[in-house]
């Protein structure tokens, strides 16, 4: 599945749970055993959390304007 390390592709698709049983089994073998992946999957987590904190705050601005 992996030429040596998961895709950031894969990786967003296992934090999403997007992934099949299968894929989704060789992604978290894979994580048990590589530094490099899990801090790449870090790093997407924490940057699709800001990108929705983001979004969240300019769709759904501030209520005090009420």
Do not use: K
């Not at 030429?3 to 894979?30: I, K, N, T, Y």
């Not at 994580?31 to 997407?44: F, G, M, N, P």
Request: with cysteine.
């Amino acid at each position: 599945m992996f030429a040596r390390h998961c895709s950031d592709d894969q990786l967003l698709a296992f934090l999403d749970g997007e992934l099949d049983a299968r894929p989704a089994a060789a992604v978290a073998r894979h994580l048990e055993s590589c530094w490099l992946c899990r801090a790449r999957q870090q790093e997407l987590e924490f940057a699709a959390q800001r990108l929705a904190r983001l979004v969240d705050s300019t769709t759904y601005p501030d209520a005090g304007w009420l």
